[in-house]
């Protein structure tokens, strides 16, 4: 099963923050065995939102959106969802009664018509309650494609995925089981250790993969396997034992 992650918002791509929500869902998705093949970043711009949505339709099982959901003029991640599902905003009576709770009861003031249009989402997505924030999450499928849109907030979007998108994706995905295991050298530099385990590394089962991540003075292998037996990829093997 193969994921794709996209964050939406000008301040990511010129720099004024540091996208760490791609690194949380990607972890997140990685323990349960989803492969995540790409990331992307684009602009708030409805144009370039949908030519990305066009790209990854039936190319990946999975995309996974953060940004774009909160209450200003900016945030066009739902209306952008319904030009694409050919959809239209409705209002969510449980979304609109959490929201109502949370202005009136939490922060003691008046709700307005901005904070009401929270709970508004597309008439035919699965809403993923976000307990602790005003916007929803959006499940909708087109095709061979699920879409899920999160808020941008890291606590929010952290909530959703570990309390709706994960035990969901479990629910109704069959993955493969994903394994790593970190090997430290030390006192040579990735070129070196490439050369000494060369024929090792040839030699490896289609289902492994290798990577090398140099530091100075050492250097990380961190061996990835993938398959449908758990006890076949978690299974010792003569190969570890090369240095």
């Known amino acids: 099963m193969k994921a794709t992650i996209i964050t939406i918002g000008d301040e990511i791509l010129i720099g004024q923050i540091v996208d760490t929500n791609s690194a949380f869902i990607a972890k997140s998705l990685d323990r349960i065995g989803v ?3 790409e990331m992307i970043s684009v ?3 409805k144009r370039h939102i949908l ?32 030009d694409y599902f050919e959809d239209e905003l409705v209002v ?11 202005i009136e009861g939490f922060y003691k003031r008046p709700i307005t018509q901005i904070n009401k249009d929270q709970a508004l989402v597309p008439s035919r997505c699965t809403v993923l309650h976000n307990q602790v924030g005003t916007a929803p999450g959006m499940w909708m499928k087109k095709e061979n494609t699920v879409f899920i849109s999160l808020p941008g907030v890291p606590f929010e ?11 969901k ?9 994903i394994l790593h295991k970190t090997i430290l050298t030390y006192g040579q530099g990735e070129s070196l250790v490439s050369e ?11 289902f492994i993969k290798l990577a090398y991540l140099p530091n100075p003075g050492s250097v990380r292998l961190r061996l990835s396997a993938r ?7 978690e299974k010792p093997s003569r190969t570890m034992y090369f240095l």
């Open 157 to 167: 979007m952290k909530y959703l995925v570990e309390n709706e998108i994960i035990p």
């Open 227 to 233: 398959g449908i037996e758990k006890e076949i990829l």
């Open 51 to 82: 030519d990305t949505f066009i790209k990854l339709q039936n190319k990946t099982d999975l995309v996974i959106i953060t940004g774009g959901l909160g209450p200003t003029k900016d945030d066009i991640t739902k209306k952008t969802f319904c």
């Open 92 to 102: 969510n009576d449980v979304v609109l009664e959490h929201v109502t709770q949370l």
């Open 169 to 177: 994706v479990v629910r109704e995905f069959k993955r493969p089981y």
């Open 43 to 45: 602009s708030d711009d």
């Open 196 to 206: 000494r385990i060369e024929s090792w590394e040839n030699n490896l089962p289609e």
């Open 35 to 37: 492969e995540v093949c």
